[in-house]
Nanobody
Framework: VQLQASGGGLVQAGGSLRLSCAAS????????ICWFRQAPGKEREFVAA????????SYAESVKGRFTISRDNAKNTVYLQMNSLKPEDTAVYYC?????????????WGQGTQVTVSS
């Protein structure tokens, strides 16, 4: 599985962005997908995940109620809708894929997309 993240940009605090994670491969719909982010000088952190059948989702406490993860298996794409953005959401966002749910290490990674939230 090859992943490509896109949709990042510069937005003012309180604004919204939608990130996309497009995947190649016919078996995309058998993979769980996760979003991580890494801010300058900080460790990478979990943001949200969605199971391959869209039955289960998981969110970091810091984004609950503001971010929504979804997927369209027909389009081989996972989305991260980010609303009410805050300056502390500024980071490079990465998507990852794995057949296991919430593994300690994810098998496949996309390149990051930069999200910058100005105050």
């Amino acid at each position: 599985v090859q992943l490509q993240a896109s949709g990042g940009g510069l937005v003012q605090a309180g604004g919204s962005l939608r990130l996309s994670c497009a995947a190649s491969g016919r078996t995309f719909n058998t993979y769980n997908i996760c979003w991580f982010r890494q801010a300058p000088g900080k460790e990478r952190e979990f943001v949200a995940a969605i199971s391959w059948r869209t039955v289960t989702t998981s969110y970091a406490e810091s984004v609950k109620g503001r971010f929504t993860i979804s997927r369209d298996n027909a389009k081989n794409t996972v989305y991260l809708q980010m609303n009410s953005l805050k300056p502390e959401d500024t980071a490079v966002y990465y998507c990852a894929a794995d057949r296991s749910w919430m593994p300690s290490t994810w098998d496949y990674w996309g390149q990051g997309t930069q999200v910058t939230v100005s105050s």
